[in-house]
């Protein structure tokens, strides 16, 4: 084997090698970064607003809620009513930490029994942007869909 091919096999190895270490890293969001996703264009509620807003963590395997309680609305079997969500404000359910699969699905769950809301989305492969649904879980209720976007 001449020195050029045996450079171009080394050369081939290592790609296959940063590849594969790249997919088995698998999804995270943007490191420290604040995501946030608009509701609604007014909220009229005192203490609460549209946006929600989280925070990731420090190694991008998380999101956590940080802002104002959301009002939100939740559609449950053909009805629905109005939601608040995280926060502090009276009656708000509280929102759970957003967590991500290395294939990009995002998952979570915080409360218990009739308060128990989970999440559900995806987060894009850039990492940057994810949609998420929270549900309250024992009602079969869903909010709609949010874009969360990083900033």
């Not at 999804?27 to 970064?33: C, M, R, S």
């Not at 007014?42 to 956590?64: D, E, I, M, Q």
């Not at 409360?111 to 987060?123: C, F």
Request: charged content about 15%; aromatic content about 6%; glycine content about 16%.
């Amino acid at each position: 084997m001449t020195r050029s091919a045996r450079r171009g096999s080394v050369l081939a190895v290592l790609v296959v090698l940063v590849a594969a270490g790249s997919a088995l890293a698998g999804a995270h969001f943007d490191p420290g970064a604040s995501y946030t996703g608009k509701t609604c264009h007014t909220s009229n509620v005192k203490g609460t607003t549209c946006v929600y807003k989280f925070r990731a963590s420090s190694n991008g395997a998380t999101l956590k809620f940080v802002g104002t309680t959301v009002i939100t609305g939740w559609g449950c079997h053909g009805g629905g009513g109005e939601a608040l969500l995280g926060g502090r404000h009276d009656g708000a359910d509280a929102l759970p930490v957003i967590q991500v699969k290395p294939n990009g699905a995002l998952y979570g769950d915080a409360g218990k029994g009739d308060t128990e809301v989970s999440v559900t989305g995806h987060l894009a492969s850039s990492g940057k942007t994810a949609t998420v649904t929270f549900h309250l879980t024992n009602e079969g209720c869903h909010t709609s869909a949010v874009t969360l976007a990083a900033h």
